[in-house]
Structure formats: structure tokens, C-alpha cells
């Protein structure tokens, strides 16, 4: 079992920058990890996944080269660093895992499969003036 909890969601100006972490609870070498998100009145999305065993990543369109995910397995700790920040990124931050053996890819984790074996509760990020 894996127990995900995510911080560092606030109010943001656009143009600024800030930085989600998830802790977890348990053995993190076994998973693949992402981040997705959720804005109102719309359904979750993938932001960016990160691969365990080759650090192969993914990010959707809408956030490269402005966001960049990473992980710190001694610590427990997965990040995604936000960087010009845009009011459309005003969403739900969510932290989640699948087991590695089971995915394919990184585009398979963020695109391909609904399914996913752990969430986190998630964190407000909020990109306004």
C-alpha cells in the first residue's frame, strides 16, 4: 500500500512560479509516478508522469517546458515544479502511482490507462491577479 499526500498549492500570479510535493507513505521504488489535475466543471487530466527505473517522462502539451516533475525516493518525495504559471492552470493538483510492472510507458501512465493504483487528496493551486 501506498498512502499519497500532497502540499504547496496556493494563490499564484501569473507569471510566478511554485512547487508541489507529495510525500508517501511506503515503499516507492516499486511505482511510476505522476501528477494530474482537475479544474472546475472539468474532468482530470494529466499533467506529467515520471518513469522509476529509466527517469523517462511525460508531460502534456500544455505544460512543457514550464513545468518539470521529479522524484526523491530516499525522502519519500515526488515534486513538480511550476513555472510560468498561466491562469488556466488553476486546477486540483492530484499525486498518483501504478505499480511498474504493470505500465508500458509513460505515455500508457498519463494517456492510455484510467486506471491508477494510488491517489493523493490532492491540492489547490489558484493562478490569478
Known amino acids: 500500500q501506498l498512502q499519497l499526500v500532497e502540499s504547496g498549492g496556493g494563490l499564484v500570479q501569473p507569471g510566478g512560479s511554485l512547487r508541489l510535493s507529495c510525500a508517501a507513505s511506503g515503499n516507492m521504488d516499486l511505482y511510476d509516478i505522476g501528477w494530474f489535475r482537475q479544474a472546475p466543471g472539468q474532468g482530470r487530466e494529466p499533467v506529467s508522469c515520471?518513469?522509476?527505473?529509466?527517469?523517462?517522462?511525460y508531460y502534456a502539451d500544455s505544460v512543457k517546458g514550464r513545468f518539470t516533475i521529479s522524484r526523491d525516493n530516499a525522502k519519500k518525495m515526488v515534486f513538480l515544479e511550476m513555472t510560468n504559471v498561466r491562469p488556466e492552470d488553476t486546477a486540483v493538483y492530484y499525486c498518483?502511482?501504478?505499480?511498474?510492472?504493470?505500465?508500458?510507458?509513460?505515455?500508457?501512465?498519463?494517456?492510455?490507462?484510467?486506471?491508477?493504483?494510488?491517489w493523493g487528496q490532492g491540492t489547490q493551486v489558484t493562478v490569478s491577479a
Open positions: 498518483v502511482a501504478d505499480y511498474s510492472g504493470r505500465v508500458t510507458s509513460m505515455h500508457y501512465m498519463c494517456v492510455e490507462t484510467p486506471l491508477h493504483d494510488f
Open positions: 515520471l518513469d522509476n527505473s529509466d527517469g523517462t517522462t
